[in-house]
């Protein structure tokens, strides 16, 4: 199916939005790199914040079946997918462009819990922790919340070590961590 020009601005306004920030990212902007005229984003998209909406639910969605998928092909058994979480997230800072997490920088540009820009971001990262949840379950873990939540602060420890210090290695490094929370968490 081809893509819609609703489709096309919000891939568009996620490269830019990913690339520069949300707030120092204004609609001249947004013209200007999307090559779509103000008229034609208003026409979809009431406001900014409602460009940014779509762009987060598209990234939340592309993300999630990006990792999940990765996991599972890389992981073989719960343990094994959880610690392929980490192998993927290497393979994502190797990308060209990567600029940390799309989320993150949501939540920290609309800090206000109640705003929906930072309510969007706060529920993928709860996405997260409930795949992870899952396979902590699977896995037989004592405390399949308190694993869950634990490789999920890893997870985004290394994210933020790699944008913030360009620490590739933060993959490895949280993946070793890892290994050892799994090693405690499972063992029965």
């Not at 707030?23 to 026409?43: C, F, N, P, Q, W």
């Not at 795949?131 to 004592?142: R, Y």
């Amino acid at each position: 199916m081809r893509p819609t020009k609703r489709d096309e601005l919000i891939d568009k306004a996620l490269k830019t939005f990913y690339a520069n920030g949300f707030h120092a990212t204004g609609m001249d902007r947004l013209v200007e790199e999307t090559g779509i005229s103000k008229t034609s984003m208003y026409k979809y998209f009431q406001s900014k914040e409602a460009l940014i909406l779509a762009v987060l639910q598209r990234r939340d969605t592309e993300f999630r079946d990006w990792l999940f998928r990765r996991m599972s092909r890389l992981g073989k058994t719960p343990r094994g997918q959880m610690l392929a979480m980490f192998d993927a997230l290497e393979e994502w800072f190797e990308e060209p462009g990567f600029r940390g997490c799309l989320f993150v920088k949501a939540a920290s540009e609309y800090q206000d819990p109640e705003h929906p820009i930072h309510a969007l971001a706060a529920t993928h990262k709860a996405l997260i922790y409930r795949h992870l949840h899952g396979l902590a379950v699977q896995g037989g873990a004592g405390d399949p919340a308190r694993l869950a939540r634990q490789l999920l602060v890893l997870k985004e420890g290394a994210i933020v070590a790699a944008q913030v210090e360009g620490c590739r290695a933060a993959a490895a490094q949280a993946k070793d961590a890892a290994m050892t929370l799994l090693d405690n968490a499972l063992a029965h």
